[in-house]
């Protein structure tokens, strides 16, 4: 053989090495490109700069950083714009506040809901001495019903045509929220119908003014039965101020939508439970209309909600996302996906290695012993005029080659019992030779030898087996 066993053995385990180290650095570069494609920039549509979802666009960006996640915010003029920047794949928004209502059936393919995040009731507030009880009461007054772009004008129109309250009957004011409450203050307009939070800026202010009444409306079940994203809502007596103000004076019946999260349906998925979570965080409390955990919530509105919200929201956050950073925890997740696969068909291949190895090894050996054995059975029966040179002709190449094999540990006993028995066809070739020109050779003489020979063969094969 050209290389002993343990030199074979040293550079296979060299092989190995070398693999190993291939199989590192590929998970390594793996590792690195699945960090770099961790996203960590969210692009999000709040509204007016003194309304709730100004407010509540800075509260997830302060939260969200927390996780390496950065939320730039773009102004839109409200609910409705927002809906229009969300359906355009080249405006760059990714998610957007918006209200139940808002998108037209139409329009909601490739849009969904990732969390609804609270109550916004539709608030009519109005001047004079009458109290006004139904929307039809609004007829012939000058009314501030928001701003173009603004969502909760597209949600009061429908309810204000449903009660025969049109443009042609009415004075109809398109303005924004804060113009429109002081134009009520001063006189200039009768009513104005807003939509949005408890909280708003705007809506506690006109809360709070005195001279302001709000409207309880009657007919707030058949407008819920009506419009499905609708819903009841009772503002009892003082729950806005309990102290002698006691604001409202008695309890107020209201029509809400709900606001949501919306984004797009090609929305990165690793995304949404940081945002789930951060709703959780700023929307989970007890409100003025909201029980207690009632949000965020994936109860659907009007929009197809996303299957990992609801997957998130339904089981919680995984056990990686729980104990390690935003970015480690996806990190590993990613890495499980990809490297899991390759183990599983790498570490059997890695296991078989060895024994491909060795296999080849053995084929080499068995396919001389083939042609050995195909020889030996020629000498056995050839009968007449025996070809003696060929014969040895061909043990020498089988032997050449025998000696060329290179083997490990395992198997050198059967290339070197190989050679042994290549070594006993040729005695048995060389008694056969010995007869055709002796004929007088005694045939115990030739049967001690050839005994002799096979004993040799034996000897070798034990004293390897026991090395």
């Known amino acids: 053989m050209r290389s002993d066993p343990e030199t074979y053995e040293r550079r296979l385990r060299i092989r190995l090495v070398v693999l190993s180290i291939a199989l590192v650095a590929v998970a390594a570069l793996g590792v690195w ?12 549509a709040s509204g007016v700069v003194d309304g709730s979802y100004h407010n509540d666009a800075a509260n997830y960006e302060r939260i969200l950083k927390r996780d390496g996640i950065t939320v730039e915010e773009r102004m839109s003029s409200g609910a409705g714009e927002n809906t229009a920047l969300l359906r355009d794949p080249k405006s760059g928004i990714q998610v957007a506040f918006i209200e139940g209502g808002v998108v037209p059936p139409d329009a909601r393919s490739g849009l969904v809901m990732l969390a609804a995040i609270r109550y916004e009731p539709v608030w009519v507030f109005y001047r ?105 809502l009772t503002l009892p007596a003082g729950t806005i101020d309990m102290s002698y103000r006691r604001i409202p004076a008695q309890d107020v019946t209201l029509v809400a939508t709900k606001a949501m999260l919306a984004a797009r349906d090609d929305f990165p998925s690793v995304l949404i439970a940081p945002i789930f979570d951060a709703a959780r965080e700023l929307h989970g409390q007890q409100g003025y209309f909201e029980a207690s955990q009632e949000f965020p919530s994936t109860a659907p509105v009007d929009l197809p909600v996303s299957e990992d919200a609801e997957r998130h929201n339904r089981f919680g956050a995984s056990f990686l996302h729980r104990h390690l950073p935003f970015w480690l925890a996806t990190l590993v997740e990613r890495l499980i996906i990809v490297v899991l696969p390759i183990l599983v068909v790498v570490v059997p291949i890695i296991n078989l290695l060895p024994r491909i190895v060795q296999w080849r090894m053995r084929s080499r050996i068995y ?16 009968q007449g005029k025996l070809p003696i040179e060929k014969w040895l002709g ?18 050198a006993s059967e290339a070197y ?21 002796s004929p007088a050779v005694p045939v115990a003489e030739d049967a001690v030898a050839a005994a002799n020979a096979w004993v040799r063969a034996a000897a070798s094969t034990n004293r390897l087996a026991d090395s």
């Open 367 to 382: 396919r001389w012993y083939g042609e050995l054995k195909l020889l030996e059975r020629d000498v056995e029966a050839r």
């Open 128 to 232: 004079g001495d009458e109290t006004l009880r139904r929307f039809e009461d609004l007829r012939y007054k000058r009314i501030a019903i928001g701003n173009a772009g603004n969502g909760g004008r597209v949600i009061v129109e429908p309810l204000l045509e449903a009660s025969n309250v049109t443009g042609t009957n009415s004075k109809f004011a398109s303005m924004p929220s804060l113009q429109a409450l002081r134009a009520l203050q001063n006189g200039t307009l009768d009513a104005a119908i807003m939509v949005g939070a408890t909280r708003s800026p705007i809506i506690w202010q006109a809360l709070h003014d005195e001279k302001l009444k709000l409207m309880s409306l009657e007919d707030a079940e058949a407008y819920a039965r009506r419009y499905p994203f609708l819903t009841k």
């Open 33 to 44: 490109h699945a960090q770099s494609q961790i996203p960590r920039r969210i692009v999000l």
């Open 417 to 437: 019992t190989l050679r042994e028995h290549v070594n006993l066809v040729r005695d048995t070739i060389q008694i056969r030779a010995r007869r055709e020109h």
């Open 394 to 411: 061909d043990l020498d190449r089988i032997e050449r080659a025998a000696k060329r094999i290179r083997t490990s540990v395992s198997v």
